[in-house]
């Protein structure tokens, strides 16, 4: 079993940044893909970014390529998102997940381990 907590949500004007961060215990942390997904009021959870276990492999979604940067360290156990340039469609309740897949991976139904969600607002 896997734990995810994920804090650093908040809320913050359009154009500012804020740093997630998911802290991770259990079983093993270091070998295992890990993610973020994110979901608004009325839509579905949606893909954010992914890191693979060894770190040298990263996935965006086109939505926030450029202006979100996923990372972890193992020595700490977490992982991170910080988000800069936010729009306030990027609003929304957003998840740590992890899977003991080795590959990347943008689909919902691939992760094993999910958080409870920090909440992220963005105001225009």
């Known amino acids: 079993q896997v734990q995810l907590v994920e804090s650093g949500g908040g809320l913050v004007q359009a154009g500012g940044s804020l740093r997630l961060s998911c802290a991770a215990s259990?079983?093993?942390?270091?070998?295992?893909?890990m993610g973020w997904f994110r979901q608004a009021p009325g839509k579905e959870r949606s893909f954010v970014a992914a890191i693979t276990w060894t770190g040298d492999s990263t996935d965006y979604a086109d939505s926030v390529k450029g202006r979100f940067t996923i990372s972890r360290d193992y020595a700490k156990n977490m992982m991170y998102l910080q988000m800069n340039s936010l729009k306030p469609e990027d609003t929304a309740l957003y998840y740590c997940?992890?899977?003991?897949?080795?590959?990347?991976?943008?689909?919902?139904?691939?992760?094993?381990?999910w958080g409870q969600g920090t909440q992220v607002t963005v105001s225009s």
């Open positions: 259990g079983q093993t942390f270091s070998r295992r893909l």
């Open positions: 997940a992890a899977d003991n897949r080795l590959s990347l991976s943008r689909l919902t139904s691939v992760y094993d381990y």
